[in-house]
T-cell receptor
């Protein structure tokens, strides 16, 4: 099972760039890396996904080194509304069959004014 | 279109009673997932369906838990003889299909908060 390790919490100020790193040493060859955001009393929301190198969308960037044993979610110029829990997700595919998905405990990001 | 819906939003039950939690996925999504989130904890993966089939049930916490999906749409998670440790938010998600990248782009419902007294 490809488990993940993230910092429990991070603090930042409005306007700063935030980088959250996730370790996934046992990632399998065909696994993708996905990040989710969760606000209190809501279900998680998909942010970004990647397989290798760098992926960028309108809200974040995802950096994945060549060995794929870690990944970094980068949030540019955060605002108070980015305060949330961020989860790194790696799957457990066995051939073409999905095994179990491991979300972990996530990283609580708090953005201060 | 409509997102993932779950019912009830809140459920309070007495220890030992059975409960059924319902999930209605996004139309056209063939994959459906159930998770449990205890207070202050991360998401615990329970089970997934590809169509009506659940290939791996090992994530269910005990044999008191069961899940089914009919018609490739609605799914029900049943907890028999509830215990206090079953108190949690139960989240359902769906994705287009279970295949590499698509399996990870999941759309979550608002969850059902279960309280066992």
């Amino acid at each position: 099972l490809a488990k993940t390790t993230q910092p429990i919490s991070m603090d930042s100020y409005e306007g700063q760039e935030v980088n959250i790193t996730c370790s996934h040493n046992n990632i399998a060859t065909n696994d993708y890396i996905t990040w989710y955001q969760q606000f209190p009393s809501q279900g998680p929301r998909f942010i970004i996904q990647g397989y290798k190198t760098k992926v960028t969308n309108e809200v974040a960037s995802l950096f994945i080194p060549a060995d794929r044993k870690s990944s970094t979610l980068s949030l540019p110029r955060v605002s108070l509304s980015d305060t949330a829990v961020y989860y790194c997700l790696v799957g457990d595919f066995r051939g073409s069959t999905l095994g179990r998905l491991y979300f972990g405990r996530g990283t609580q990001l708090t953005v201060w004014p | 279109g409509a997102g993932v819906s779950q019912s009830p939003s809140n459920k309070v039950t007495e220890k030992g009673k059975d409960v059924e939690l319902r999930c209605d996925p996004i139309s056209g999504h063939t994959a459906l997932y159930w998770y449990r989130q205890s207070l202050g904890q991360g998401l615990e993966f329970l089970i997934y369906f590809q169509g009506n089939s659940a290939p791996d049930k090992s994530g269910l916490p005990s044999d008191r838990f069961s899940a089914e999906r009919t018609g490739g749409s609605v799914s029900t998670l049943t907890i028999q003889r509830t215990q206090q440790e079953d108190s949690a938010v139960y989240l359902c998600a769906s994705s287009l299909r279970v295949a590499a990248a698509a399996a990870y782009e999941q759309y979550f419902g608002p969850g059902t908060r279960l309280t066992v007294t």
